[in-house]
């Protein structure tokens, strides 16, 4: 059994290499917690919640994630013997939704719990695959010859998967100049829910559609299922969900409706590794197409999503591109790495593989919090 006796928060601020925008926001630098959780006999596990600063993305934000793990997350799994991590986070059903600051508690637990055991999180989690593929995902531009430099710039880097970001406006013609100087990519887009299904909307997807694209990522809000569903049924490309999938059971309606034939696995949307899974394994069971999606992490919830996407159901690539596509330096090491494409999985190391540099946390903290069992 472990007990935690003792729950550190760690709020850091990492700058961008490369300014990123998305249909609702532009980012020159990104705030995350880590947290690190210490049992009695001082076995540690770090986690991360990578919840963007502001509510564009979900109802979450930095300042909520932070409130939710001090004041009900971690006091709840302090002083509480469990014997996985998937019992351990059982114990905070009582708090609803919260996924991001729920994910950086059940990380930790997963990396704490097979050090414990002297295994990799990837075995624990029962991962098979020894490397991931990795796309990259690149944000809106100022100019589409912009955007064909940094599209250039990534398949030269060995990428063979590119995601664009669109929004009304920024749709059919730098997704079409991308296609035609590129056509050997492989190339999806992602709305971030940007469109409101008007017959203009539907012109849009239909002339992308022309476009041979892997799949169409959250054309519409992420309530709207019945939206969803009937532009599927006029596409021949899959749309793919991603904000709409906060948990298993709406990956199952979202599939039982055919609002979605690919799903995008985000262990901090989904609320950690465990919640993630269980989506990876119904889609496999339904072989459905599954990839694992990212949220700009910084090491460790990178980290875990390499972990995550070494799973066998994971067909298409992965957003888990190397850490120094985003952050001049990280604050783990070894850092998170792509070699050709792909990111090594450390089934030889423990845990999560990545260990903490305490000088660089400390380089760029902006606020710490400890919590103890019986405080
Ligand atoms: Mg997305």
Same mark, same amino acid.
């Given at each position: 059994?472990?007990?935690?006796?003792?729950?550190?928060?760690? @709020?850091?601020?990492?700058? @961008?290499?490369?300014? &990123?925008?998305?249909?609702?926001?532009?980012?020159?630098?990104? /705030?995350?917690?880590?947290?690190?959780?210490? #049992?009695? #006999?001082? =076995?540690?596990?770090?986690?991360?919640?990578?919840?963007?600063?502001?509510?564009? &993305? *979900?109802?979450?934000?930095?300042?909520?994630?932070?409130?939710?793990?001090?004041?009900?997350?971690?006091?709840?799994?302090?002083?509480?013997?469990? /014997?996985?991590?998937?019992?351990?986070?059982?114990?905070?059903?009582?708090?609803?939704?919260?996924?991001?600051?729920?994910?950086?508690?059940?990380?930790?637990?997963?990396?704490? *719990?097979?050090?414990?055991?002297?295994?990799?999180?990837?075995? =624990?989690?029962?991962?098979?695959?020894?490397?991931?593929?990795?796309?990259?995902? %690149?944000?809106?531009?100022?100019?589409?010859?912009?955007?064909?430099?940094?599209? =250039?710039?990534?398949?030269?880097?060995?990428?063979?998967?590119?995601?664009?970001?669109?929004?009304?406006?920024?749709?059919?013609?730098?997704?079409?100049?991308?296609? #035609?100087?590129?056509?050997?990519?492989? @190339? +999806?887009?992602?709305?971030?829910?940007?469109?409101?299904?008007?017959?203009?909307?539907?012109?849009?997807?239909?002339? $992308?559609?022309?476009?041979?694209?892997?799949?169409?990522? +959250?054309?519409? /809000?992420?309530?709207?299922?019945?939206?969803?569903?009937?532009?599927?049924?006029?596409?021949?490309?899959?749309? *793919?969900?991603?904000?709409?999938?906060?948990?298993?059971?709406?990956?199952?309606?979202?599939?039982?409706?055919?609002? *979605?034939?690919?799903?995008?696995?985000?262990?901090?949307?989904?609320?950690?590794?465990?919640?993630?899974?269980?989506?990876?394994?119904?889609?496999?069971? +339904?072989?459905?197409?599954?990839?694992?999606?990212?949220?700009?992490?910084?090491?460790?919830?990178?980290?875990?999503?390499?972990?995550?996407?070494?799973?066998?159901? !994971?067909? $298409?690539?992965?957003?888990?591109?190397?850490?120094?596509?985003? !952050?001049?330096?990280?604050?783990?090491?070894?850092?998170?790495?792509? =070699?050709?494409?792909?990111?090594?999985?450390? &089934?030889?190391?423990?845990?999560?593989?990545?260990?903490?540099?305490?000088?660089? @946390?400390?380089?760029? %903290?902006?606020?710490?919090?400890?919590?103890?069992?019986?405080?």
């Amino acid at each position: 059994m472990i007990t935690l006796d003792r729950i550190e928060m760690f @709020l850091l601020g990492l700058p @961008l290499v490369h300014e &990123f925008e998305t249909s609702s926001h532009r980012k020159g630098h990104l /705030e995350h917690i880590l947290v690190r959780v210490t #049992d009695v #006999d001082g =076995a540690t596990g770090w986690g991360e919640s990578a919840c963007p600063t502001d509510p564009f &993305f *979900c109802n979450e934000n930095v300042e909520t994630c932070w409130l939710m793990l001090r004041d009900y997350l971690a006091p709840a799994l302090l002083g509480v013997s469990w /014997e996985t991590p998937a019992d351990a986070v059982r114990g905070l059903g009582h708090v609803k939704g919260n996924n991001f600051a729920r994910a950086a508690l059940d990380i930790a637990c997963w990396d704490l *719990c097979s050090r414990r055991q002297e295994i990799s999180v990837a075995a =624990a989690l029962g991962g098979t695959a020894f490397s991931v593929q990795a796309g990259v995902s %690149l944000g809106i531009e100022p100019t589409i010859d912009a955007l064909l430099e940094q599209v =250039a710039l990534h398949v030269g880097q060995g990428y063979r998967r590119i995601k664009l970001k669109i929004k009304p406006g920024w749709d059919i013609e730098p997704t079409r100049r991308v296609r #035609d100087e590129f056509p050997g990519v492989g @190339l +999806q887009v992602d709305a971030n829910g940007a469109y409101d299904g008007s017959l203009a909307d539907l012109a849009v997807f239909n002339k $992308l559609d022309d476009l041979n694209l892997l799949m169409i990522e +959250q054309p519409f /809000e992420e309530t709207n299922l019945l939206a969803h569903s009937r532009l599927q049924r006029n596409l021949r490309t899959p749309i *793919c969900l991603d904000e709409t999938i906060t948990t298993a059971s709406m990956a199952e309606t979202a599939l039982a409706m055919g609002a *979605c034939r690919i799903i995008n696995v985000k262990v901090s949307r989904l609320g950690g590794l465990g919640p993630a899974r269980a989506v990876h394994d119904l889609c496999r069971s +339904q072989g459905v197409p599954a990839w694992c999606g990212g949220m700009h992490e910084f090491g460790i919830g990178r980290a875990a999503n390499v972990a995550l996407a070494s799973l066998p159901g !994971f067909t $298409l690539p992965s957003d888990v591109s190397g850490s120094d596509k985003y !952050f001049a330096e990280d604050v783990v090491q070894p850092p998170v790495l792509a =070699a050709d494409g792909a990111v090594p999985v450390p &089934f030889d190391r423990q845990g999560l593989g990545h260990e903490v540099i305490w000088s660089r @946390l400390q380089d760029h %903290l902006l606020r710490t919090a400890e919590l103890t069992a019986g405080q």
